[in-house]
């Protein structure tokens, strides 16, 4: 049976003193609400309902030896996959796979922003040595979090195998000035994944995004010209989404720490249509064996975007909102180019590649 769950990137805002077992489950409570839109919530909800209980079904018909033979120390990667936060035991708590540890991540996704950084995080959750983190824990870009110090950080961490590299990806990390020498503090080894897209595109998809925001906050809607250009005309470059789509200017605090060599760029836009060619690259910078297949990505052409097979469901990976992005004028779209083709040479340089976004 198969079933398209679509992620959209959540940040939660968990409550700190609960346990793992709770936090995680509150992840997914989340994730599940905003997966479905209102009106469609109710027949999604019975579907999934349906759904579970099969697949429950299905786990219960094989479980106890599964189970248990994992509880007597014969778990493989993959079932870190199925229980990243233990295997529950049915009186509320979880037990650690057997020879588990809640590993620091040796792997950050910095960003960007609606670059696709959830679509990379959950194409290499595919590989049995990679395990990611759910949520996004914001460990790096806020002050408050960042105070609770690493053994915090540490227990927000998924069960591990030796070997097995964890993966955290929370987007604002790019843009946080402070990020990057916290992160090096904690492993100056680590190894930084960046997606990035045509700042252009980055940027309605994003205007995109803060009005559906704004929208649950029945706050009115604005088009993208008003927030985007001034009365005269001109680009209006205090706007935040703007300004997160200047990469060289925050990629620039990252290499004062940061070597390009523990950096690796993938190219978000190439990532929609040809995801399997960049989650090989990927796996090659992190000198892993390569395990993902072509034949896990299958192109739905309803949804126009590739959806990924795992072993219980696929996962589609464009929002189930199918949000659209804003109705924008040639003018408009020209305009913007033309003020970030500047910055766009510099990141080109300071990258080292040329990813020949548009500059007209
Ligand atoms: C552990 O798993 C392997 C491979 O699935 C199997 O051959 C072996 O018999 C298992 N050992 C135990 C003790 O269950
Ligand atoms: C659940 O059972 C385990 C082992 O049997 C025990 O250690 C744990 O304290 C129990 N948890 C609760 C919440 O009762
Ligand atoms: C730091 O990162 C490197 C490279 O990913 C890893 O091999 C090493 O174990 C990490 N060190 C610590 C203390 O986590
Ligand atoms: C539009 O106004 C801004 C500030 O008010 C100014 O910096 C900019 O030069 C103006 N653009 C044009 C085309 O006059
Ligand atoms: C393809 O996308 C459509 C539209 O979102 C969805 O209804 C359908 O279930 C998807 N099919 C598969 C096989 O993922
Ligand atoms: C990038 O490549 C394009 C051709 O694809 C070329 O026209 C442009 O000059 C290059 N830009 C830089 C900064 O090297």
Aim: hydrophobic share 35%; glycine share 4%; net charge positive.
């Amino acid at each position: 049976m198969k079933m398209a769950i679509a992620f959209k990137d959540v940040d939660l805002n968990f409550n700190l003193t609960i346990n793992q077992t709770k936090l995680h489950r509150v992840s997914y409570k989340r994730l599940f609400y905003r997966t479905f839109d209102k009106k469609r919530f109710v027949y999604s909800f019975s579907f999934l309902a349906i759904f579970l209980f099969m697949f429950q079904i299905l786990i219960d018909g094989n479980s106890c030896s599964n189970v248990s033979t994992c509880l007597s120390g014969n778990c493989s990667f993959e079932d870190t996959h199925k229980y990243p936060y233990g295997i529950p035991i049915g009186n509320g708590s979880r037990l650690p796979i057997p020879g588990t540890n809640q590993r620091l991540p040796e792997v950050l996704i910095i960003g960007v922003r609606k670059g696709g950084t959830r679509a990379l995080l959950e194409m290499l959750n595919l590989h049995p040595d990679i395990q990611k983190v759910p949520m996004e824990v914001h460990f790096f870009d806020r002050t408050d979090r960042h105070a609770l110090g690493l053994e915090w950080y540490r227990h927000q961490m998924p069960f591990t195998f030796e070997g097995q590299l964890t993966v955290e990806k929370s987007p604002s990390y790019f843009i946080t000035p402070e990020a990057p020498k916290r992160v090096y503090k904690m492993n100056s080894s680590a190894k930084l994944l960046l997606i990035v897209r045509d700042p252009v595109v980055r940027l309605l998809s994003d205007f995109a995004q803060i009005e559906a925001t704004r929208s649950e906050w029945k706050k009115k809607p604005r088009s993208f010209e008003d927030v985007a250009l001034l009365s005269n005309g001109s680009v209006n470059f205090q706007y935040k989404a703007i300004q997160v789509s200047m990469y060289a200017n925050y990629f620039r605090h990252w290499l004062e720490y940061f070597p390009l060599s523990q950096i690796h760029l993938v190219d978000g836009d190439r990532l929609i249509w040809d995801p399997w060619s960049e989650v090989r690259k990927t796996e090659k910078f992190l000198k892993l064996q390569p395990k993902i297949r072509q034949d896990q990505f299958y192109f739905n052409s309803t949804k126009g975007f590739y959806c990924l097979r795992t072993a219980e469901a696929s996962k589609c990976l464009a929002d189930t909102k199918g949000r659209k992005h804003p109705v924008v004028s040639d003018e408009t779209i020209s305009k913007l180019r033309k003020h970030f083709a500047s910055n766009n040479r510099q990141f080109y340089v300071i990258a080292g590649r040329n990813f020949s976004w548009p500059e007209s």
